[in-house]
């Protein structure tokens, strides 16, 4: 949806991205730059740059950039124009009336307030005579009435549409409440029906306060015993996790993952209110990334079963590429936190916290346990995939701890286990060399985009249109002078389209700024603001017009070059830059 340009160009200018970053990222100034870890994944040396010149942002680490709506919208997981809203409200500006937008939002905005009201009534049939199972259940699991108040926990009666007349008695309608996910359609006759019935209801509220959707317990042993809302326009399962709400707000330092809703209330309800748990889904890229943001260490605390320990398992690697620190802990005595917490009590449960293992003891622990170490040939196979794992390590101290207790397990000495895990580095260390020869020995794939939606298929003239677009975006009175280069020129039409929009701007006196562009997607902004990163050569209507000249040249003979041909290009706008080779 396009707003007008006037409004956005004030809206960037009343929303400085140095002052809005600020508000999530400790900013440090290094030149005409600012510095600061990235948000969007975990490092611990500063590689995300705030240009407030440029009015972009961009991690030289994770490639991520773009203006300051762009990082409202990634920061918050925001549509473009919800964060044009969002600023807009933090500048104190009205939003311009577009049909297309206010009818989604006003869509959002029903579908809120309708989860919101499906809230309160699940609340108040927990205390209606309708509801004595429903309140005799979470009595007996444990929770007070400050718990079931804190999560906003409720019952839905054992009906099929209580609900649906309640919401349609306060004005919702039918399709409003299809929408919700908090009814379902008959095949048979097409008529709605409450989708919960029976069940003990949890509330999915997200980060800013919004009810979005529900989980569902039964009060017997039917199944499914848990029951969820169906994705919306306003609930993703993938970005969103149970109570991470309240948890964010937790002093304790770290936060705990778990399997259910009922072990999250549990925690939270003995004074662990860092628990949050995924919504009837496994660990997703989007939920470590989502812990990323409000803490450094996560405690997993996974069932002890077979599918419990799978999910672990799959669940380190995604936490750790996202920078946390992962820690395990294995429950004893009970199946889950729930009911060790009314077994044992906090204490004993912060015991347990305390002695959790790191990821690489339970990983090598796991490793451990498919092996009978009192068979030779099993223990030889354990020496050689723990040899693997150890090897993979980052330094050599942890090498040598890890291998020092892999050899105790098998009952050989740790001089016999070395040899092998010093092997297994060596292969290692050899697989990456080769790898990275592979990169270095590529040029044209050394200078492809990182994101795989955008192909330079003539390298030639992109790398042409990357420096002519870097030359406006500085200099747009530059402009004015390459009338004659038109959008269709370009190889790669991400650029061509980027330039058009530039050159359109430009004629009409609006502001020609890499921040204020629509239309492009996250990937295609982010690569836009590396190049304006990359290339900080001197301007000069001499390099423009080399430029322009081989991108018409390009054009009309369609031909693509060759590596050593592009070398050599490389080469001499290195030389143009006063850069040496």
């Not at 049939?125 to 699991?141: F, I, N, S, T, V």
């Amino acid at each position: 949806m396009a707003f007008p340009p006037a409004f956005l160009d004030e809206l960037t200018a009343r929303n400085p991205i140095e002052d809005v970053v600020g508000q999530y990222v400790t900013l440090k100034r290094s030149g005409s730059n600012l510095f600061g870890l990235c948000p969007f994944h975990g490092e611990k040396t500063a590689s995300f740059s705030v240009s407030p010149d440029k009015g972009i942002f961009y991690c030289f680490g994770c490639h991520k950039g773009g203006g300051v709506i762009n990082f409202q919208m990634e920061i918050e997981g925001l549509s473009y124009p919800d964060a044009v809203r969002t600023l807009a409200r933090r500048a104190g500006m009205e939003v311009p009336d577009d049909e297309q937008y206010q009818s989604r939002y006003r869509q959002q905005e029903r579908l809120w307030a309708l989860s919101k009201e499906a809230a309160r009534f699940f609340n108040a049939q927990l205390y209606a005579p309708q509801g004595r199972e429903g309140l005799a259940y979470a009595q007996k699991r444990g929770m007070p009435q400050s718990t079931l108040t804190k999560f906003g926990i409720g019952f839905a009666p054992d009906s099929w549409d209580t609900l649906t007349k309640a919401m349609l008695a306060k004005g919702y309608t039918e399709e409003e409440l299809k929408e919700s996910g908090l009814v379902s359609v008959s095949q048979k006759n097409g008529r709605i029906y409450d989708r919960f019935r029976n069940r003990l209801m949890f509330p999915i509220i997200d980060v800013r306060g919004n009810v979005i959707g529900f989980g569902g317990r039964v009060m017997d042993d039917s199944t499914p015993k848990y029951l969820n809302s169906p994705e919306t326009i306003i609930f993703n399962k993938r970005k969103n996790l149970f109570a991470l709400n309240l948890a964010k707000k937790s002093k304790l330092g770290y936060l705990i993952l778990v399997e259910g809703y009922m072990d999250a209330v549990a925690l939270h309800q003995y004074g662990f209110d860092c628990a949050v748990a995924s919504l009837g889904t496994s660990l997703t890229e989007e939920h470590a990334t989502l812990l990323s943001r409000y803490t450094e260490q996560v405690v997993l605390i996974y069932d002890g079963d077979q599918a419990g320990q799978n999910a672990t398992q799959r669940a380190i690697p995604m936490l750790e590429k996202a920078g946390l620190q992962v820690k395990v802990l294995k429950m004893r005595d009970a199946k889950d936190p729930d009911e060790y917490l009314k077994k044992f009590g906090a204490d004993r449960f912060r015991l347990l916290l305390e002695e959790s293992s790191n990821r690489v003891e339970y990983q090598l622990n796991a490793i451990l346990k498919k092996y009978d170490l009192s068979l030779d040939e099993e223990r030889v196979r354990f020496i050689a995939e723990a040899s693997e794992f150890i090897a993979g390590l980052g330094n050599a101290v942890q090498r040598e701890i890890y291998g020092t207790r892999a050899a105790e397990a098998a009952s050989i000495s740790y001089d016999a286990i070395k040899i092998e895990i010093n092997k297994a580095y060596k292969r290692l260390q050899a697989r990456e060399k080769k790898k990275q020869e592979k990169i270095d020995l590529s040029p044209a794939r050394n200078l492809q985009p990182k994101a795989r939606s955008i192909r330079y298929d003539n390298m030639k003239s992109a790398m042409a249109e990357e420096e002519i677009l870097a030359m406006i975006l500085r200099e747009p009175a530059l402009l004015d002078g390459i009338a004659n280069l038109r959008e269709e020129m370009f190889s790669c039409p991400l650029l061509g389209r980027v330039f058009g929009q530039l050159k359109r701007r430009h004629a009409e006196g609006l502001e020609v700024a890499l921040s204020v562009l629509e239309d492009l997607t996250p990937e295609e902004m982010s690569h836009m603001a590396g190049i304006l990163q990359r290339q900080q050569g001197p301007v000069s209507e001499q390099a423009l017009m080399d430029c322009v000249r081989t991108v018409q040249q390009e054009y009309q003979s369609g031909n693509v070059r060759s590596e050593d041909d592009l070398l050599l290009l490389r080469d001499k706008m290195k030389e143009r830059k006063g850069i040496k080779a």
